[in-house]
């Protein structure tokens, strides 16, 4: 029981397939009081059964382009505990016209919903996350190895991964006066539905099949697993680091 007693917030989760279910359920089985969001009505039977499963007190819908979604959640949040120990970032997001073509090409309009959705989203939650976490606490992000090599088609979502990632080492300086730890978590391949947006995305995996070291893919209970980990105590002194879960993946030319 890791997280006994603390209170989680994910946002991101899609359906039980997603990488955010993954992290509610290992944060239920740790012990951990949880709070979950759904994007809108039309997803919310998509998540409901992860709700059920974990037993989660709260279901909220958050989409971060709706002004005053994101304040509200927060607000149920110190409602129900007066705190927050861990918040799970797990959100991305871009045109398709955008997230297909090149880098080259990618208009103005969809670069700036991209990082929008994808960046500054967590930005806003850590200012919001941080008067409720008087006593410390923990957020996370999730990243992806395109974010630091061109990986093909991921075409501007690698850019975006890479503003994520610097944007979590400057949150994880300028919380880490208030013991706030900001890290990163980078999965290799997983068939979500997020993953299934990218073009040739069978193709990747495949490759990363072949290529991981254990020769296996990853699943979201071990993306969950290591978030466990990096939100525990044993952790305390882990802050703006990337934390690679792939199978060794990430280490092969």
């Known amino acids: 029981m890791l997280l006994d007693n603390k209170v989680a917030l994910v946002v991101g989760v899609a359906n039980t397939h997603s990488i955010a279910a993954g992290c509610v359920q290992a944060f239920a089985r740790a012990g951990a009081q949880v709070a979950m969001t759904y994007v809108n009505e039309k997803a919310k039977p ?11 007190t709260l279901l909220l819908p958050l989409d971060v382009e709706t002004e005053g979604e994101m304040e509200a959640v927060f607000d149920e949040v110190r409602r129900q505990w007066g705190r927050l120990d861990i918040l799970v970032h797990s959100i991305a997001y871009c045109p398709a016209d955008d997230l297909h073509g090149r880098v080259t ?6 670069f700036a919903r991209a990082m929008d959705v994808s960046v500054h989203s967590l930005i806003r939650m850590a200012r919001l996350a941080e008067p409720l976490m008087a006593r410390g606490g923990t957020i996370l992000t999730m990243s992806y ?7 093909d088609h991921y075409n501007i979502m690698g850019p975006v991964k ?3 990632e610097a944007t979590m080492r400057s949150l994880a300086v300028e919380l880490g006066p208030q013991h706030i730890r900001v890290n990163a978590i980078s999965p290799g391949p997983l068939q979500t539905r997020a993953g299934s947006g990218i073009a040739h995305f069978d193709e990747l995996i495949d490759n990363a099949r072949l290529r991981a070291p254990e ?14 980990m990096l939100a ?4 305390r ?7 690679y ?3 060794g993946l990430h280490v092969r030319a």
């Open 162 to 164: 890479a503003a994520l």
């Open 105 to 110: 090409d990618c208009s103005r309009a969809g």
């Open 245 to 247: 879960v792939d199978g």
């Open 145 to 151: 190895y395109g974010g630091e090599k061109v990986v």
């Open 215 to 228: 020769k296996s893919l990853v699943t979201i209970d071990d993306v969950g697993d290591v978030a466990v």
């Open 237 to 243: 002194c882990v802050s703006g680091d990337t934390a």
């Open 232 to 235: 525990s105590d044993g952790a």
């Open 46 to 56: 998509y998540v409901q059964p992860v709700a059920d499963t974990a037993g989660a």
